[in-house]
């Protein structure tokens, strides 16, 4: 499954936007999913997770509170609403698919999911 991220753009601190992670080429509905962020100069940051069956999910802590995850398997896609946005929040975001089918719990390490899709920029600024 080839996974790709839209919806990113420039908003204004204190703003929101919503991303959206779109599988193509198979189903996501049997993998959970994660969201991932990369700033210029920093490493990898992984961010939140959702069960294959929506019933779980996980944030790390830079993000909780103001990010939600959600998934829709009918339209296959996995989307990530962002509240309460702060300049810190500029990086490109991605998603990624878990390695493991049908994984019991949810993910809570980036290091379970598998390469990476084509991410979108977000822009946070006055």
């Known amino acids: 499954v080839q996974l790709q991220a839209s919806g990113g753009g420039w908003v204004q601190p204190g703003g929101s936007l919503r991303l959206s992670c779109a599988g193509s080429g198979g189903t996501l509905v049997n993998s959970a999913v994660g969201w991932f962020r990369q700033a210029p100069g920093k490493e990898r940051e992984f961010l939140a997770a959702?069960?294959?069956?929506?019933?779980?999910?996980y944030y790390t802590g830079s993000v909780k509170g103001r990010f939600t995850i959600f998934r829709d398997n009918a339209k296959n896609t996995v989307d990530l609403q962002m509240d309460r946005l702060n300049p810190e929040d500029t990086a490109v975001y991605y998603c990624?698919?878990?390695?493991?089918?049908?994984?019991?719990?949810?993910?809570?390490?980036?290091?379970?999911?598998?390469?990476r899709g084509q991410g979108t920029q977000v822009t946070v600024s006055s």
């Open positions: 959702i069960s294959w069956s929506g019933s779980s999910t």
């Open positions: 990624a698919a878990d390695k493991t089918y049908r994984r019991a719990i949810v993910p809570t390490r980036g290091d379970y999911f598998g390469s």
